[in-house]
């Protein structure tokens, strides 16, 4: 098994976390910052001053889960037409990014992003970003959705996109979650 890592942002790490976790084929998922400089805490994230992006590194399976579907599922469960925001989340720190390693990847990014455009009647505007240093966020945030499925931002943001994912891409779903 070929595992592969890919780095992308979609607003408030939490959602894509959780969205990410319930695919097949993943065998890792970790919120982090990235984009930016400076200290990389979520305090000083949050202030916008950074430059990071929340961001999710997914690790998985390109035989059980094709990067292909990886990327669909990322553009249709937040709003890549959105600059800087997510719903409430407002700033830089919330941007749509895919963040890559290589001109290759960059380039099957450049794709992903041409692929997805016919599905939105604005422009897409995910940022291309070249993959710098990566810092974990802190515990609390891992795997928040599951840890704290009563906390309104889950029920109200996150709760609606897992029920999209499951209605539109029940296929890749863990066996345990697709119910």
């Known amino acids: 098994m070929t595992e592969r890592t890919v780095v992308l942002a979609a607003g408030c790490f939490w959602c894509l976390d959780s969205i990410a976790r ?7 998922v970790r919120s982090v910052y990235t984009g930016g400089t400076g200290p990389a805490h979520y305090h000083a994230v949050c202030s916008g001053t950074t430059g990071h992006a929340e961001g999710v590194e997914i690790t998985f399976d390109p035989e059980k889960l094709p990067a292909e ?9 937040h709003d890549p037409t959105s600059l800087n925001r997510q719903g409430y989340d407002v700033g830089t ?3 749509s990014a895919m963040f890559y390693t290589s ?3 960059k380039a099957e990014f450049q794709r992903a992003i041409d692929a997805a455009q ?8 995910t940022s291309l970003e070249p993959l710098g240093t990566i810092y974990e966020a802190e515990p ?3 795997d928040f959705h599951s840890r704290q499925p009563g906390v309104g931002y889950c029920q109200f943001i996150i709760d609606p996109k897992i029920a999209k994912l499951r209605a539109g891409w029940s296929r890749w779903l863990r066996e345990e979650v697709a119910a």
């Open 22 to 28: 319930r695919l097949i084929g993943v065998s890792q």
């Open 103 to 105: 001109q290759e990847e």
């Open 93 to 95: 720190q919330y941007r």
């Open 69 to 77: 579907v990886v990327y669909e599922i990322f553009f249709s469960t």
């Open 140 to 142: 609390e945030h891992q």
């Open 118 to 125: 016919q599905h939105f009647s604005g422009p897409i505007v």
